[in-house]
């Protein structure tokens, strides 16, 4: 196995230079310096090249730098950068293409610029359609970082000094099978018994909307079932409350659908978009249903940089990438190519507690030992090094007790890249 020295003589220099003046507020940054990235090899300011096991940060799920994409955003460089809300060719086409992919009424549609805007705007647009206030979210939960965002955030690490947050957010239990006790059915009963409760002993009586990622992202890539979601579409149905779906990480393929509620065979009623659809041009979505979104008044959300032409160009030729590529479906045999792997690594290694994975978006959750299952952050933070050191560029630990790990390259990942990828993975877990 190679073992480079990061970060490099170059890759030193633009780390001193950023402590000097970029805020620390930034996510823990794992020591590769990037200067460029093709398809899923990322090339590092010294040299070094890594497979890339990241998408950026599940961005780029038509691999890094597609040519179309480039020459659409180069195309439209040339000819216009910024119009405000303006109309466009390339905004109506966007929204047009965004909206026959959707089910059902599911046909507006707002574009701006980021997850947590779109998250916030997705809970302006449950208020005013519904005339109430309150917001069910999950324990847990990641929405993003701006007040909206972090309010329905079930995690103290994005909100902790940031108080007071938005009022209204009643708390509910999502299923972890692996760290809840009891049987998966006996977990999502709960969870959703609890539901009811919730109801009954936190809310005013004026809930407008439940808001759940399709899978919990940041909590370490908690998957719940099918007979979880569905049982949170009928309860909205029940109570009148809109289902929001935060998407944000897992549409555009990456979860083997376009869209990852199309795994669950549901159809929300919001559905938030960002990360893949723009193939790392900063965009994000709001979609819903037309009896959702029509209500709002003119010029009441907006933004700058929404919909803006590069932005528009680098999601049309995204969408099309996926599509003409068959990425969602090349995601869905990959990915369950790579979880039959990491699972026989799991039976032979004594770190590897859980292994995870819809599509391509996979993670390892590592444990001190298998019975108790006590974290280990500690050697979650040393694995991602020695892969780094070992040419895998993977994330920062995530998840709840720091301690799991995401692997997420692009979609156009090959099978013996992919093999490539795990057997630096195989070689890191037989040293320790
Ligand atoms: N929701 C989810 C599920 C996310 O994963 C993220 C980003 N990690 C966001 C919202 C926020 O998106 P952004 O960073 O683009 O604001």
């Given amino acids: 196995m190679q073992s480079y020295q990061i970060p490099g003589p170059k890759g030193t220099a633009v780390l001193d230079l950023q402590e000097q003046f970029l805020s620390p507020s930034i996510s823990t940054p794992m020591p590769l310096i990037w200067e460029s990235a093709k398809d899923c090899i990322v090339t590092d300011v010294d040299g070094n090249r890594y497979i890339d096991f990241t998408s950026g940060v599940l961005v780029t799920n038509t691999g ?5 994409v480039v020459k659409a955003v180069q195309d439209q460089a040339a000819i216009l950068l910024n119009c405000y809300d303006s109309a466009h060719p390339l905004r109506s086409k966007f929204v047009e293409k965004l909206a026959s992919l959707m089910p059902e009424d599911l046909k507006r549609v707002l574009v701006l610029s980021s997850g947590s805007e779109a998250i916030d705007a997705a809970l302006k647009i449950a208020r005013v359609s519904t005339g109430r206030q309150e917001v069910i979210a999950f324990d847990n939960a990641f929405h993003g970082r701006t007040f909206g965002g972090m309010s329905v955030g079930g995690m103290v690490g994005s909100k902790a000094g940031f108080g007071p947050l938005v009022p209204g957010i009643l708390r509910a239990s999502f299923p972890d099978y692996y760290r809840m006790e009891g049987t998966e059915e006996e977990i999502d009963a709960r969870c959703l018994a609890n539901l009811e409760t919730v109801l009954k002993t936190q809310s005013t009586g004026s809930v407008a909307a439940l808001i759940t990622e399709a899978y919990q992202g940041g909590a370490g890539s908690i998957i719940p079932s099918k007979r979880f979601v569905h049982g949170l579409r009928d309860f909205c149905k029940r109570h009148d409350i809109l289902l929001i779906f935060d998407e ?11 869209f990852a509620f199309e795994n669950y065979e549901i159809v929300p009623d919001v559905v938030v978009l960002g990360k893949g659809i723009a193939s790392g041009l900063p965009t994000a979505a709001v979609v819903a249903r037309r009896s959702v979104m029509d209500g709002l008044k003119r010029g009441s959300l907006s933004s700058t940089y929404g919909a803006n032409p590069l932005s528009c160009a680098a999601g049309i030729a995204s969408i099309e990438v996926i599509q003409q590529e068959n990425l969602a479906h090349r995601a869905e045999v990959v990915g369950k190519k790579m979880v039959k792997r990491l699972n026989e690594m799991k039976e032979r290694h004594r770190f590897v507690g859980d292994v995870r994975g819809m599509g391509l978006a996979l993670a390892l959750e590592f444990v001190k030992d298998k019975q ?4 280990d952050p500690e050697f979650t933070q040393q694995f991602v090094r020695e892969l780094l050191q070992a040419g895998l560029s993977a994330m920062a630990p995530i998840g709840r007790f720091g301690n799991v790990v995401r692997i997420a390259p692009p979609l156009t990942i090959t099978d013996e890249l992919a093999d490539e990828g795990l057997d630096i993975i195989e070689g890191v877990l037989q040293r320790h």
């Fill in 372 to 375: 108790t299952k006590e974290p």
């Fill in 64 to 68: 890094h730098c597609h040519p179309r």
């Fill in 248 to 258: 944000v990480q897992a549409s555009f393929g990456r979860t083997g659908r376009m």
